[in-house]
């Protein structure tokens, strides 16, 4: 499967420069006016994985190729995009298009950089952006909820749908966005069609500057926010992360111990778009490749190899399996089997973060 993130938020909160410092190189612009990016740029950024290089040594094999995310810098949304303002209907389909969405909020204080709205407040900022994907989400429900009642009268069975739907249309009335909505599982499939802006996942991303890094108080409001909501919070100097990524890699630790971290932002901001949508990584070994591969937690083993490819999932027979740990401790494939290590797992069998995963199919 793949991990689309849009990074959205209102102009120059650093929204680009977050983008830049993900991809590792200047690939969008970055200026002190309102809706520079105007065309998503979007970049495929690999998951950092130490397991990987460790798995790869093991088998010798001749390519690594890791799980990716593609990021989409999405222009800065503005007060009355949902009607339209600063060419908002446009940038908000390609918010559609996404499976999660970061939110860049800014904290850091520069003259240089105009705050659109002319004063730094984060949760000022987050309320308008959250209020116009409301609006645009009560556009679709307003649309559809006719077509949904003329349906329902015509047969009573799709009446549970119009009632959802009316549910729905009252909470978001009152502000509230739909990923905190309550959803029985019969009603699933309901908000999943709607394709809805605020249902999506959201990771707030609070860009700070070196000396706002280590100020925890700071993130207080938005972390009483997220936990409201459902969702993440990470403060990130973009600026600095930007930094980083034109260093040679030998200087790039020095730098990061120098602000007072042990890792780069990008690894935190991966974490946590994968604890957003309940993604695990299982990985495939062997002497011609090592890969990492994406997919939700609780899928099975078929579903797992129709990842790969959708004929391992119609044909699947079994998979061998091994825990990364006992795949390691063993020395790999021929020593994990000596060691009776490997087990065949059937279709019921629920993949686990970490496997390493050899499956039988047949077509």
């Not at 992360?241 to 260093?247: D, G, I, Q, S």
């Not at 002497?287 to 990842?307: C, D, I, L, N, S």
Request: with cysteine; glycine share 8%; charged share 25%.
């Amino acid at each position: 499967m793949s991990l689309k993130i849009g990074i959205v938020g209102l102009p120059n909160v650093g929204k680009s420069t977050l983008f830049n410092a993900l991809l590792g190189a200047n690939q969008a612009a970055a200026s002190n006016f309102p809706f520079c990016t105007i065309e998503p740029n979007t970049g495929v950024v690999p998951v950092p994985d130490p397991r990987l290089s460790k798995l790869a040594e093991l088998e010798h094999s001749q390519k690594i190729v890791p799980a990716t995310v593609e990021f989409v810098d999405i222009a800065g949304l503005v007060r009355g995009a949902s009607k339209g303002e600063g060419l908002g209907n446009q940038f908000l389909s390609h918010i559609r298009e996404t499976e999660a969405t970061i939110q860049v909020v800014r904290l850091f204080a520069d003259s240089n950089v105009t705050h659109v709205s002319g004063q730094i407040d984060p949760l000022d900022d987050i309320a308008v952006i959250n209020t116009e994907l409301a609006l645009a989400d009560l556009q679709t429900l307003e649309k559809r909820l006719p077509q949904e009642e003329k349906a329902a009268r015509g047969d009573a069975k799709l009446q549970p749908k119009v009632d959802f739907l009316i549910r729905l249309k009252k909470y978001l009335e009152a502000g509230e966005p739909a990923r905190s909505f309550a959803v029985a599982p019969a009603e699933t499939d309901y908000l999943h069609e709607l394709q809805l802006l605020t249902a999506k996942p959201v990771l707030y991303v609070a860009n700070v500057d070196q000396n706002q890094l280590q100020n925890n108080a700071l993130l207080e409001p938005l972390r009483e926010l997220a936990q409201k909501e459902n969702s993440e919070v990470i403060a990130i100097d973009a600026k600095s992360e930007a930094e980083l990524t034109e260093l040679p890699e030998a200087d790039r630790a020095e730098f990061l111990h120098s602000l007072g971290l042990i890792e780069p932002g990008l690894n935190q901001i991966i974490r946590a778009g994968y604890k957003l949508l309940g993604l695990i990584t299982f990985f495939t070994a062997g002497e011609k490749e090592t890969r990492g591969w994406m997919v939700g937690r609780g899928a099975t083993a078929p579903q797992a190899a129709g990842v790969i490819h959708t004929d391992f999932e119609h044909g699947f027979i079994r998979a061998e399996t091994v825990s990364y740990n006992d795949f390691i401790q063993s020395g790999g494939w021929a020593g994990a089997k000596a060691a009776g290590k490997v087990r065949s797992e059937g279709k019921t069998y629920v993949v686990q973060d970490g496997d390493v995963l050899l499956f039988r199919f047949n077509v």
